[in-house]
Nanobody, 124 residues
């Protein structure tokens, strides 16, 4: 059993930066690939970024590539999402999630554990 708790969201102006954190409980964090998803009001939850177990491989949605960076610190049981050059369209609730799978991790259905989300609002 893994529990995930996101933090670090808030209100920022366009062009600003935020760093989200996702803290995991339990001893099995290092066995899971970790992803970030986001969901705007009335919209479908969409993939943002994923990082593999060791942290050596990452993949990003085209909409955030070059602006966002995902990382993890397995010693701290924490995954991060550094968000730079934020745009109003980045406004959403951001969720972290863990998966025991190796492939296809842009898909919500492949994740085993989800956090409750943290709000990110980017003003124009």
């Amino acid at each position: 059993q893994v529990q995930l708790v996101e933090s670090g969201g808030g209100l920022v102006q366009a062009g600003g930066s935020l760093r989200l954190s996702c803290a995991a409980s339990g001893r099995t964090f290092t066995r899971y690939a970790m992803g970030w998803f986001r969901q705007a009001p009335g919209k479908e939850r969409e993939f943002v970024a994923v990082i593999n177990v060791s942290g050596g491989t990452t993949y990003y949605a085209d909409s955030v590539k070059g602006r966002f960076t995902i990382s993890r610190d397995n010693a701290k049981n924490t995954v991060y999402l550094q968000m730079n050059s934020l745009k109003p369209e980045d406004t959403a609730v951001y969720y972290c999630a863990g998966s025991s799978r190796l492939y296809g991790l842009t898909q919500r259905s492949l994740y085993d554990y989800w956090g409750q989300g943290t709000q990110v609002t980017v003003s124009s």
